[in-house]
């Protein structure tokens, strides 16, 4: 699998960029604002997603590992292929879509092409399913900001970043308040 790619922009296309590696070019579907971002011949950096199907094999490149586990989490729900989840990150940022999630407010991703409000809910629902599920059994005895910062970790987000923002939220608030008084905070 190709996990990481390091190259120059040889062409930019309206959903994919070609990475020139040693004289090969690769086809990378990147998220819209990565392609307004970059002028030709620019050396990038990018942690990929090596997707096989059957009849071709797509790579999709992301600048930011949040960026990457929130595609990650998408394309895992049924019926949210590859393109499908580069569409819910071209139309809202990771935060958006973690805060959406923990807020279980599906109208961020009715607002995509080719999801529905039946979709959308669903999504929200195995997504909010897929992150409890990350956190482990044995999490259930630990203090609730160990809980909090395995949470986001799993989401992309560093645990150095989240500790600092952390120290400042009030220690009496439930995880899920923790959670999203972080995020709120990451966001900005």
Not at 67 to 81: D, P, Q, R, Y
Not at 129 to 152: F, P, Q, R, Y
Request: glycine residues 6%; negative net charge; without cysteine.
């Amino acid at each position: 699998m190709i996990a990481h790619i390091t190259g120059k922009v040889k062409s930019i296309n309206e959903k994919s960029i070609v990475v020139l590696v040693n004289g090969i070019g690769y086809e990378v579907f990147v998220l819209a604002r990565t392609a307004e971002n970059l002028q030709k011949d620019q050396d990038i950096e990018l942690s990929t997603v090596h997707v096989i199907k059957e009849n071709a094999q797509e790579l999709y490149g992301f600048v930011t590992d949040r960026e990457k586990a929130i595609f990650n989490l998408l394309v895992t729900i049924s019926g949210v292929g590859p393109k499908s989840a580069l569409n819910i990150l071209n139309a809202s940022t990771p935060e958006e879509i973690t805060s959406a999630v923990i807020n279980q407010d599906s109208a961020i991703l009715e607002k995509v092409s080719g999801i529905g409000k039946k979709t959308a809910a669903r999504i929200v629902l195995e997504l909010k399913n897929k992150l409890a599920a990350g956190i482990s059994e044995e999490v259930a005895g630990k203090s609730h900001d160990v809980e909090v910062l395995e949470a986001l970790e799993g989401l992309g987000y560093h645990i150095s970043e989240v500790r600092d923002v952390l120290r400042e939220v009030d220690s009496k608030l439930s995880s899920e308040d923790k959670i999203k008084t972080v995020l709120r905070s990451l966001g900005k």
